[in-house]
């Protein structure tokens, strides 16, 4: 998936760091919003516990562009434009029609030790994750 910067990012990149990558709906939404801020907020204390964060929306590069700005993220933001990756790790949409919101806790092989979803709860995927990465990473 390319970034913020059109930079492709690809599953290879993840191994041999432990990441988190939160699927959200929507750039700007007011949950989104909370939830991308929340991890900006976090985003020392993952870092300092060895992982990468990664958020991902079916948004395209110029608004992930305008929101990382906007919103001053300190990670990246990845375009599932046509929502291919969503679809490949089969992620739901909420009621079969809100675009996922999904947090998944990633391991330095690249497998996926923990998923949270909660469409309306963006704090607990930030919660979930800061618990589960400080497991893996000690």
Do not use: W
Request: proline share 4%; aromatic share 8%; net charge positive.
């Amino acid at each position: 998936m390319p970034n913020e910067n059109r930079e492709m990012v690809s599953k290879e990149d993840l191994l041999g760091q432990l990441s988190i990558i939160f699927f959200y709906p929507k750039d700007g939404s007011p949950g989104c919003t909370v939830e991308s801020c929340g991890f900006r907020d976090k985003h020392e204390q993952i870092v300092k516990a060895g992982g990468k964060l990664y958020g991902v929306s079916q948004d395209g590069v110029t608004s992930h562009q305008n929101f990382k700005k906007a919103h001053k993220l300190p990670y990246m933001l990845l375009s599932d434009r046509k929502g291919e990756v969503a679809k490949k790790l089969k992620l739901k949409k909420t009621l079969g029609l809100l675009r996922t919101r999904v947090t998944l806790i990633v391991d330095k092989q690249g497998i996926i030790q923990g998923t949270h979803t909660s469409q309306f709860n963006p704090y607990g995927h930030i919660k979930f994750s800061i618990k589960l990465l400080n497991k893996l990473s000690s």
